[in-house]
């Protein structure tokens, strides 16, 4: 476990990784059909969504 909270260092993980975090959701939501970000309210079972 990581004992550092620093909300600076964060937001500049946060900006460098972005394009890469941006591109895995947008291939993943090409291949997969599934919004990564999307809220999840119906009832369909989990392996049909």
């Known amino acids: 476990?990581?004992?550092?909270?620093?909300q600076?260092?964060?937001r500049n993980?946060?900006?460098?990784?972005?394009p890469e975090i941006q591109s895995y959701i947008?291939?993943?939501n090409a291949v997969t059909?599934?919004?990564p970000a999307a809220d999840?309210?119906?009832?369909r079972l989990a392996e049909n969504r």
């Open 13 to 18: 993980w946060a900006r460098y990784w972005r």
């Open 8 to 10: 600076e260092l964060a």
């Open 26 to 28: 947008h291939a993943y």
């Open 33 to 35: 059909g599934v919004e």
């Open 40 to 43: 999840i309210t119906n009832g």
């Open 1 to 6: 476990m990581s004992d550092i909270n620093d």
